[in-house]
């Protein structure tokens, strides 16, 4: 019944290896489960109740993305998006969690209601092939540099920015001992090489004192109460937070787009350059913010962690379902997923202008190495992009470059489109752009140049 509703033979997949995709897609993104409790516990919220939230959330949305889309994509809250929840909407502009909530129920209402239109398809059929193949390239360099962050590998240079890190820490050296193991066994043609490369570096990790040993496995999961049904939608709409809303909108539309366009063309999944099923990806996108909001969490989008498991060979929602099942599970076995995903602190000094900083930063040394190695595969779109065409190969450059620099897909894909845009107008072939890519030119010049937008 598998088989033939989630159509593995068509799509030269199997059981085993979909299940195999689903556990590594886990593994690389399961840190959610731990870092969105400290995000918005900062906002004020419960940690425990968001803990459940984010487990059930992302469980309930991945299931979407599996039954309507039959892609092995996750959908979890969204890195970035949390930050600008909890740190600018409630501690800055000092909004109320309750009402910052409402917030992402509105906006998440906006994306759904968008579905009878056609926006979101449009939307992806309207992006240039040149762009969709940088906006993968884009995702792999920052994939790429937050593992070597994660790992060590590189670490802030306050004159530079950024520098070698220390490679004779322990930490980097677990990383870079899973890093070994993997690109050995890719190169080798072992199937799960990401997933086995993980295990082996959270074994050693064990052993030398980076990765804690959990004590207990099993638990019982906190109460969602605190956060279940607190969200305040008519504050929201009368404090005026139509910007904020948008914002919020906004992000999850591209974010969400942009990941799609990145795992499907790993994947092979894009056909003559446009996206099967993309309105039901987008939904369950959609539908997951809704549900997320009403359980106390923020925005959703699909995670590009999910080209970890489409690079040892997931291909339909079969793997998104297991991913899925993981989270419901690791509810009640957080002390061992915490063992795995959980991160190292390390304190080092560094000197700004003279003066001596002390800071804590936290390395993650298991699941790096699989970041590095999702980030190299996805890099080979970058032949799919018309070099020889300037009015391409500008705003594929500026995307490229671009979402790496500012960690931000978004801005990526904000310069990308402006540039595209611009140069298909002043060259006289302004035709060869969709009418869209005008329009959302122009929307994200606005955002920028309009406080508080951006």
């Known amino acids: 019944m598998l088989k033939n509703y989630f159509k593995l033979k068509e799509n030269g997949t199997s059981v085993r290896t979909e299940a195999l995709a689903g556990v590594t897609t886990f593994a690389t993104m399961a840190y959610i489960i731990f870092v969105q409790p400290v995000v918005l516990g900062a906002a004020g919220m419960d940690a425990g109740a968001v803990f459940t939230s984010t487990c059930l959330i992302t469980a309930f949305s991945t299931v979407l993305m599996a039954l309507l889309a039959n892609y092995p994509v996750a959908v979890a809250p969204a890195m970035g998006h949390n930050f600008f929840f909890a740190y600018i909407v409630v501690l800055t502009m000092k909004v109320p969690w309750q009402v910052a909530l409402g917030a992402v129920l509105v906006s998440g209402i906006i994306f759904v209601?968008?579905?009878?239109?056609?926006?979101?398809?449009?939307?992806?059929?309207?992006?240039?092939?040149?762009?969709?193949?940088?906006?993968?390239?884009?995702?792999?360099?920052?994939?790429?540099?937050?593992?070597?962050?994660?790992?060590?590998?590189?670490?802030?240079?306050?004159?530079?920015?950024?520098?070698?890190?220390?490679?004779?820490?322990?930490?980097?050296?677990?990383?870079?001992?899973?890093?070994?193991?993997?690109?050995?066994?890719?190169?080798?043609?072992?199937?799960?090489?990401?997933?086995?490369?993980?295990?082996?570096?959270?074994?050693?990790?064990?052993?030398?004192?980076?990765?804690?040993?959990?004590?207990?496995?099993?638990?019982?999961?906190?109460?969602?109460?605190?956060?279940?049904?607190?969200?305040?939608?008519?504050?929201?709409?009368?404090?005026?937070?139509?910007?904020?809303?948008?914002?919020?909108?906004?992000?999850?539309?591209?974010?969400?787009?942009?990941?799609?366009?990145?795992?499907?063309?790993?994947?092979?999944?894009?056909?003559?350059?446009?996206?099967?099923?993309?309105?039901?990806?987008?939904?369950?996108?959609?539908?997951?913010?809704?549900?997320?909001?009403?359980?106390?969490?923020?925005?959703?989008?699909?995670?590009?962690?999910?080209?970890?498991?489409?690079?040892?060979?997931?291909?339909?929602?079969?793997?998104?379902?297991?991913?899925?099942?993981?989270?419901?599970?690791?509810?009640f076995f957080s002390p061992v997923v915490q063992m795995i995903s959980g991160g190292f602190p390390v304190h080092e000094v560094i000197s700004v202008e003279g003066e001596q900083i002390a800071r804590v930063f936290t390395l993650y040394p298991i699941t790096s190495p699989a970041l590095i190695v999702v980030g190299s595969l996805m890099i080979r779109s970058v032949r799919d992009i018309e070099w020889d065409d300037f009015t391409e190969a500008l705003p594929a450059f500026l995307t490229v470059v671009l979402i790496p620099l500012t960690f931000s897909i978004t801005d990526g894909i904000a310069f990308g489109f402006i540039s595209f845009a611009l140069l298909k107008l002043v060259t006289g072939r302004a035709r060869e752009a969709h009418w869209l890519i005008y329009v959302f030119a122009l929307l994200f010049i606005a955002r920028y140049a309009v406080p508080g937008l951006h």
């Open 113 to 331: 209601a968008t579905a009878s239109f056609g926006l979101r398809e449009l939307v992806v059929d309207a992006v240039p092939d040149s762009l969709k193949s940088a906006i993968a390239v884009g995702i792999g360099l920052l994939v790429t540099l937050i593992g070597l962050e994660w790992a060590g590998l590189v670490r802030l240079e306050p004159n530079t920015f950024v520098a070698l890190g220390n490679l004779s820490s322990r930490p980097t050296l677990v990383a870079l001992l899973g890093l070994t193991v993997t690109i050995v066994l890719i190169a080798r043609g072992v199937k799960g090489a990401i997933l086995f490369g993980m295990l082996i570096a959270a074994l050693v990790g064990l052993a030398v004192g980076v990765v804690k040993n959990p004590g207990a496995i099993v638990s019982f999961p906190p109460s969602i109460a605190p956060t279940l049904f607190q969200l305040d939608v008519l504050a929201a709409l009368k404090q005026n937070l139509i910007s904020v809303i948008f914002i919020f909108f906004f992000l999850d539309l591209f974010d969400t787009v942009g990941s799609l366009i990145g795992i499907a063309k790993q994947a092979g999944l894009m056909k003559n350059g446009k996206l099967p099923r993309a309105g039901r990806a987008l939904l369950a996108d959609a539908v997951g913010t809704v549900g997320s909001a009403l359980v106390g969490n923020t925005t959703m989008v699909s995670y590009i962690e999910s080209a970890s498991g489409v690079a040892v060979g997931g291909r339909t929602g079969l793997a998104a379902l297991v991913t899925a099942g993981l989270f419901l599970i690791a509810m």
